[in-house]
């Protein structure tokens, strides 16, 4: 049992604290990125049950950069020890998302599937003995001062593709 104890603690030593990026620690550890590195994670995310679990959130942020990643439970969890990881930390250009993505913290893929790629989807005309299906590749591009989205929505005769651009102060959140 020790020996398996032991293991679970070596293994989470090469991993980064979530707790210690919260407070402004280990960002020394942080990766670099671009903003549409950035903004593709942050478009991934959905709902999650966990906080901090399995969708790229912002975690810290300095006067010159904005720290994300993406969390994981420990293994120490499994012997009872509450601990989320991040296998890697990111950092990104706080100037550049404050001049070319102004709704950073705000807008990301919950944000996106719930009420853009779902209003496209209802709103979609069908001809007739036609019915929705469902709707799949939801994506969205970064582009000046808006957001280019584009669904593939299946009905039950065809596929059909939407798309829609969206400027940033139209976005309500």
């Keep these: 049992m020790k020996w398996i104890i032991s293991f679970l603690f070596i293994f989470n030593c090469c991993s980064i604290n979530l707790k210690s990026v919260l407070q402004g620690k280990e960002l020394d550890k942080a990766i670099e990125t671009d903003l549409k590195i950035f903004f593709e994670r942050r478009i991934t995310n959905t709902i999650k049950k966990a906080l901090y679990v399995g969708n790229w959130e912002i975690l ?91 669904v593939e929505i299946h009905t039950s005769k065809r596929i059909i593709s939407k798309n829609k651009k969206v400027k940033f102060e139209e976005i309500e959140i």
Excluded at 67 to 91: D, P, Q, T, V
């Design 60 to 150: 810290f942020e300095d006067e010159e950069f904005v720290y994300y990643g993406k969390g994981s439970f420990s293994l120490l969890s499994f012997i009872g020890i509450e601990r989320i990881n991040l296998e890697e930390l990111f950092k990104v250009s706080k100037k550049e998302l404050i001049e070319k993505f102004p709704i950073y913290k705000k807008f990301d893929g919950r944000v996106l599937k719930s009420q853009y790629c779902s209003e496209i989807y209802s709103n979609t005309k069908l001809n007739k003995n036609e019915t929705l299906k469902f709707y799949q590749n939801c994506k969205a591009n970064l582009l000046d001062k808006e957001i280019f989205i584009e």
